[in-house]
Each structure stands twice: as C-alpha cells, then as structure tokens.
C-alpha cells in the first residue's frame, strides 16, 4: 500500500542533545505533512531507502524555511547523509510500544515481549519526551512485578554490549543505592582484588543528585573514561577496576530512561532494581552485594521499604541468575566527613595510607566481609577482620595504586590529591552541642559550591553528633574553584544549617 | 543572600514553538552553571532586573558557541531585549509547585492553594515538559476529587481573559465531548440565538483527535478568529457566534495542558470537565447543556462511565454557579454522514435549508430542547418541538446567515460550499448487507486524506447500516486536496475498512 504523504526536504545538521532524535520542521511543511509538535515524522535517505529514522516534530517558523528541515546530527549520521542533503520526510505511526504505555497506566502487568519492545523502541529514540515521562510516571504510580524487573532487566542487558572476561575466578560485585556520601567502594574493590579467585571490574555512574559519584572520584586519581578492551585488560591484569559505567554502551537504554527521570528525581523502585541488575548482567558478575543504606536523608526511610527493596533485588537476581545478597546499613550519620569529588577521593587514600579509621573504613571493610563470605574464600563471620587486615597491612593501598597505574594514573597519594582553590570556615555562632547532621544539608552546600561538575568543590564536616562546641569553634569547611561559587555555597548553607547547635536548656521561664 | 554563579552571555533568538520557554546553552556554559539538559536557568535582563524569565536548558555543542545563548523569540519578548543582546543566566530553582506533582503522584488530593500555584507556573511557563507529563499522567492514574476538579477550573478560568456581555438575558451554552462526527453545535446555536431572552457565545476548539471541529467546519462559511470585542459585538447583535476559542486567552493553561495530553490521547477524565467548565466560567454562561456522546469508537464506552462524567459535571457546576444539565447520547452509528471541514459545514447548511431531516438534524433539535427547557423558555417536554419549528419554518437558516454576515461571510449557502478538487468512491466488492459502519475507521480514513488541516478533506458515508449492497455500488466517496493524499486515503480505507458489507451465510458446509 502507498505511504502517507512525503515532502522532499533540504537538511540542515542541528547539534542538540537530546535524548529523543527531534526535528524541526518549518510551520508549513508541517501542516503539508499533517504533524503537529511533538508527533513523529519517518525521515528517509532517498539514495538509501532502507536507512531511515524516526523524528519528534519541533515545528518553527523562520529558523528553518519552508522545504529545508533540521535535524540532529545523530539522526544526519544515522541517514548516511553524505554531501546530498536531500531527506525525504513524512508522519509516521505511533511507536509499537505506545499501547503498552497506556497498558501500564491502565495498571496492567506488561509481559516480556511486550517489554522487550518498549526497551527497543526506547533504544531506537522512537518514544517522545513525553511517551517516555508518562511510562515511567506510571511505573513510579503502579509499581512493577518481580517478573516485570526481570524482563527489564534482561531487556536493558540484551540491549548493551557484555563485558567479556577471559578469566578463571568468580567475577563479583557491589552496588549501593540512595545517595550516602563517602566512597566506600574505591576501598572495597583494592581488598576484594588482593584474591587470586575474584575480578571486581566496578562500573559506576556519575553523581545524579549527590555531590560525587564513584566515577565522578575515581577520576580525580586515574582515567575512568575506559574502552571495555582496556577495562579487560585492567581487570585481567590487577583483578580490579572502577571506572565510568557511561563510557560503554552497557545500558544506552537506561542512559535514556534516566534522562527523564532525573530532573523529577523521580525513580521508580522497580526501574531502580532493573537498571543496577541490568548492569551487573552485563559486567557477568556471579556474587553481588546491594547496600541499601538506611536514614532520614536517605531514599530508603524505614526498614520496612529496606526490607521490600532488598527482597526483590535477591527475588530478580535470582530469576537472572546472579547470586545476590542485600544488606541494610544505617546511615543516619554521614559516611565519613567529606562531600565533593576530590574530597571524597582523598578520604578514600587517607583510609588506605593507615591515616586512620573511621565509619567511612567500617563499612568498607563490613561490605567487602560480605563479599569474601558470599564467595567462600573466608569462613562465615571472618569476612570483616580479612578485610581490615587487607587495610593494615597495606595490601589494599598497594593494590589500589596497581589499579591506579593500570586505568591511567592522575594521584595515588592522598597529599597530593588537589582540592578547590578557594575555602572557608563556617564558625558557630553560639556555643552548645551538635544536636544534627545533615546529609542532606551537606549535599546541598557542596552542590552549592559547584559539586559536582567542579572536582575540587565540597564541604569537609568537622563536627561529630552530639560534640560540644564552643562560639568560634569550626563547624565545616567549604572548598570551591572560584570565590562567587564559594560565597554562595558560604551564604547557602548558613540559611540550611547542615550543622544544627543548639543548647540543651530551650528557654528560661522567670 | 547571594544569588547562584551566573553568566553574562549573548542573546541569539531562535524560533521553536515548544510549549514551555526553552533555551540552548552550549555545553561549557551548562558546565560552569552547573545545569544539564531539562534542568531550568533564570534569565535576565542586565538593564532591567525586574525581567525575568525561567527557560528549560537544552544543551548544544556547536549550534551556540560558549558565551552564546539561543532563546526562544518568546522569551526574547518577556526580556524586553532591545538592541543590546547580553542577558544573565543562572540556574533555577525548582518551582514551587514542583512538590505538588510529586504529591499527585503519591496519590493525595491538592488543595485549592496548591492547585492555584500549579495553574500559576503552568501558566507562567515553570514547568518543563518532564514535570507537566509527570503532572498529567499521576492525574490519569490516581484521578482528581470534585473539590479539585472545581479548583483546576476556577484557577483555569481566573488565568485567562473573560467574556463580558453586555446584555440582558441568559448566557447559555452547550459542550459535546469526545469525538463524534457531526456539528450538531452549529444547528442548535443560530436555534437558541433566534430567542429574544437568550445569547449563545459559543467558543469551540479546532479538531485534537477526530475529522473536523466545531471551530473548523464554522471557518470554511465564515471567520472564527474573532477578537473578544468582536465576539461581543456579534453576540449582542445576533444572540449566537461560533468562533475559535484559541483566538482570545480565555484558557491559555489549558492549552498548555492540552499539548502534552494530545500526543498521547491522555485525557484525564476530571481534568476534561475542568477544561470544560473553566471556558463556560469564562464565557459567563449560566446554563450549560454537556452532550456526553456514548458509544465504541467514542472516548465514554459504557453507561456506568457516561453516569459518572455527567454526575461529575453537574456536582462542578454547582460549585461553579452554573447551571448545568448532561445528557448521554447515542453515538453507536455516526451523526449526519460526513466526515471533514467543509463536507460538515455543507451537511449543516443542507439540514437549515431543509433539503432532509437526518439523525445529525433530529439530534440538534433534541439538545436545542433541553436548553430551551433548561432556561425556562418553553414548557417541559415542549423543547425539540419548538426547535423543530424553528429549522422548518427557515428562522434558524436566517438565523445563521446574520450569524455568518456578522462573522465575516465566507459562504452561507450548502451548494457555494467548496469540497477537495480530487475524490474517488469506493465500491462494494462484493455482494451482501452493511454489518458495521465505523465512527473511527471514517475519522481515520478523513485523516489520510489530509483532514483536519486540508479543509476540503474528508469522507462522505454512503449505505446506511443493515442495508443491502450489491457488488460495484458505492460504499464511500473520498475527497481530498492533492492526488497523492487521495491515493494513500483510499488505499489506507480499503485496509481498514470502514464500512463492512458481509453475507448473511457465513460459510456452507456440504
């Protein structure tokens, strides 16, 4: 049967990012076209009918004139568009995957396929910002099933490239979920890879809300911009890696879905447990540990959503056919003193160096005990003392500057590590006792400061819970790249007061 | 306090039409401001602090070089930006009605306040397309309660332009929602308008889903791009208009709202009859008759659904103060028997001019009835008898023709009426009688051939249902505006087959 009406358009390479390919299309080739804003045109090579993309119509007026089109220049690479510029555009249908949206905001259960078309849908930019927005609205509202997470998961996974191992050990694992600060896992993975059976190749994101991410830290000290070849060889090599999760294409799918659910901080239980499973499907690892870190400030409040969290993730591990065990960790109090990238790194090789041992080296050493008993190389209840044993003697420092070379060394001593320029004391203003910490208020003030796109930006806490403090007495220190971003952070934080002092007599009745 | 970092950058004005303000920001600005794609920047004018405008950041890398900024002409305007180009960027809060649409998703009512300043950021363009999918589709899934469908309408209405009439009498008014073809609406207005006591401003939408709206099919006989004046103007001369409702503000939230509903053919059913009510609020109507049209192919499928929209609609008016009356219809066969701009508009002037008396004619006395009951101006039961009268006896075709004159003429007689240059009838293949005639498959098939943007576009049904076919006799006529749209028309209709002609026997079995 014929096509639906086309035009033959010039084009015009148009660089936006997006995460959806858009077009933009001049009013009246639109109403030619029969497409309003955010419907969807099939654009075509005319030398090369079987390249094609799918298109979101953004409509203009005088940007682009009538018969000229703008498109992304992922779509212009896309069509193989060569010094022809010519496209032929026209409507297309809704995506397949459109029904099962409105399926799941019906409230029904999706089915494999069905969600394998969606993820591939997604995967091709064929959903709109908005197709898009309202899925995962609608997951957030109506909740997944254990075999929805599986078929997401599976999907996201079938989806990505496979890191592929040539190793003879077990490949293991850990990821921690909801936003505590301190980077415990740049110390677990040295330990874990002082053993000759385990491969602890770590991919990590970026910070999304927090003032550092994994990725975000372990790039103050090495190159975590990996191919998946060189992690291969990194891993192979020293047993070890962290490096950015984004460099390959393990998960595009999910890349995209975290787009929209970002700016809502908006994330859908099910999705979450998907796209961390989906990972770690990828990276082939066979033993995880989830942290699932417990607090006020935390995404996890109470332990009865720790709990349910925690059952899934073992429930769809299962069905996936990874071994994972979840632990709840209490994270009333910050994990370790700092925010911020480089801050956060330096703590990390302070730790290691023997400098000292705080709740920061507790829970690294408790997690990595997980780990080592989850794979039998110690006895049950022995898995935390190797761990710190690994830390004393210095193994683990000197496995992580192994790593450290291998990815690509920046520093691999924490004095040398470079922080923010500029700083200030936040003083107290009263004497009295640290009534609260806040994660949250120090999350604020670093990203205040620049966190964290500015590697040196972040806040040190100097204080400890319920610590007495005299008028004068330092309270955190805030580090920025440049003294307007500092004197906002200052001014912010002294209105959030991440830091509350307070006196223990409220009020005096004469 | 402190403001966030910002920059001084150059202002280059770019023309999307997107539905919230949008800026594109190259990458290492984006950086240096701390932002990502959908994040928000306020911008300002160096020379005028007190303009201001919140735009969603885009990210570009080459489009706009750094120190550059592309902003929308829209945002160009508010910034009053006269020659000097620079203007100031920094990032944005959240707005405030941010934590109300993640309270929707969790399911809690809003209150009043909250949706006010919902309405007010939507309004004010604060929302990003993200946060208003998000808004809409929690709407979709967990519903609205009276109290806050009354709310969205009142604030709707509050934030838009309102219609006074300076007359004496009733301001009455009718609504069909979902999606049956036939303008019914453009048979009763110049019927209500022939009564001294009664006016009838009836301000219709362009088609969103279907062949033709109200607003369309009036335009091809007259102008409907009214100013507010103008309307009252005509309206107090003629007692009736038909005009495009877009052309005032009398509802520019909802407009917004119906951008990102559209595409996804996601109407939440309380925001609906606040998009409904909010107008008739506007218009200052008093008492208003709501067609809710009840059939397959119509958006309200069953009675219990009809029963609970019309009981919804009366119980909002009530707290509006207007007077409101629902009716269910029946919309299992199509209205009139045309599908498109310019063939509804002829059908309407065919059935003023008395040349037949069809289901299309019968139902607009019907409504006409209830309105005339509903203000009192006839006895109870005597309603579609006196709108009967007045089609017959050539008051209501008078009626319409000064409505048209006062409009701004374009045709008011059926055979003037232009239709698409090129049609083509489709003709039974075979033997049998009509088993089906289907609403959606002629609004699909008007759709192919160019409907609604091509007026002269559309279908013409030819059988009635139950009735006999031989083979070769004319099923449909297709009518369109360029040869290539009829071809695919009338190819895609013979899939779809909007018409099923079968056989009594079904299969013989020897």
Same mark, same amino acid.
């Given at each position: ?8 358009? #010039? ?23 029969? +497409? ?42 896309? %069509? ?70 599986? &078929? ?23 990821? &921690? ?43 103050? @000290?090495?190159?975590?911009? =990996? ?49 961390? =499973? ?25 332990? &009865? ?6 059952? &899934? ?29 480089? @801050? ?15 709740? @920061?080296?507790? #829970? ?30 210095? #193994?683990? %420092? ?8 291998? !990815? ?10 470079? @922080? ?53 007495? +330092? ?10 971003? %500092? ?15 307070? !006196? ?7």
């Amino acid at each position: 049967m014929s096509k639906p009406y086309s035009l033959t358009l #010039k084009a015009n390479s148009v660089d936006l990012e997006t995460s959806v390919v858009v077009c933009m299309l001049n009013e009246n080739d639109a109403k030619v076209l029969g +497409v309003s804003s955010e419907d969807r045109v099939v654009l075509t090579n005319p030398n090369n009918k079987e390249t094609y993309v799918s298109a979101v119509v953004n409509i203009v007026k005088n940007l682009f004139k009538q018969g000229e089109i703008g498109i992304s220049s992922q779509a212009h690479n896309e %069509l193989q568009l060569g010094n022809d510029k010519n496209i032929i555009a026209c409507r297309a249908d809704k995506p397949e995957s459109y029904d099962y949206i409105k399926k799941k905001m019906n409230g029904k259960e999706l089915t494999f396929d069905e969600i394998k078309q969606l993820v591939d849908d997604i995967k091709h930019n064929k959903l709109s910002t908005i197709e898009l927005t309202a899925f995962m609205t609608a997951v957030k509202i109506n909740g997944y099933t254990i075999d929805e997470i599986y &078929s997401m998961a599976k999907n996201i996974s079938d989806n990505g490239k496979q890191l592929e191992l040539n190793v003879d050990g077990i490949i293991v694992d850990k990821h &921690s979920i909801g936003g505590i600060n301190g980077r415990a896992t740049m110390i677990v993975v040295p330990i874990i890879s002082c053993f000759e059976e385990l491969y602890m190749p770590k991919t990590s994101s970026r910070a999304i809300t927090s003032a550092s991410g994994t990725a975000d830290s372990m790039e103050v @000290l090495a190159d975590v911009n =990996l191919s998946a070849q060189k992690l291969q060889e990194v891993v192979e090599k020293t047993h070890g890696a962290m490096v950015w999760g984004g460099a390959f294409d393990f998960a595009p799918v999910d890349d995209k879905i975290i787009k929209i659910e970002r700016p809502l901080q908006m994330d859908p239980e099910g999705q979450v447990i998907a796209s961390v =499973l989906s990972k770690k499907l990828s990276a082939g690892a066979q033993k995880v540990v989830i942290d699932v870190p417990m607090g006020k400030d935390m995404k996890v409040k109470t332990l &009865s959503d720790a709990e349910r969290i925690s059952g &899934s993730f073992v429930a769809t591990g299962k069905k996936l056919g990874i071994d994972v065990r979840a632990i709840i960790t209490d994270a009333s109090v910050p994990c370790g003193n700092t925010f911020g990238a480089a @801050l956060e790194a330096k703590a990390v090789l302070e730790i290691l160096e023997g400098k000292y041992y705080d709740n @920061l080296a507790e #829970k690294a050493c408790e997690i990595a005990g997980e780990l080592l008993e989850l794979c039998n190389v110690v006895e049950k209840g022995q898995g935390t003392q190797k761990a710190k044993e690994l830390l004393k003697n210095g #193994k683990a %420092l000197q496995k992580m500057k192994e790593i450290i070379a291998a !990815q690509g060394k920046r520093f691999d001593n924490s004095k040398d590590v470079p @922080l923010g320029q500029f700083y200030e004391d936040v003083l107290a203003v009263k004497p009295g006792y640290v009534r609260e910490i806040s994660i949250a208020g120090f999350t604020q003030t670093a990203l205040a400061s620049g966190a964290p796109f500015d590697k040196g930006a972040g806040v040190i806490c100097m204080q400890k819970q319920n610590s007495s403090v005299e008028k004068g007495d +330092v309270l955190y220190r805030i580090y920025a790249e440049n003294k307007d971003k %500092l004197a906002y952070a200052v001014a912010y934080s002294k209105k959030i007061e991440p830091i509350k002092v307070d !006196q223990i007599i409220l009020e005096e009745i004469n």
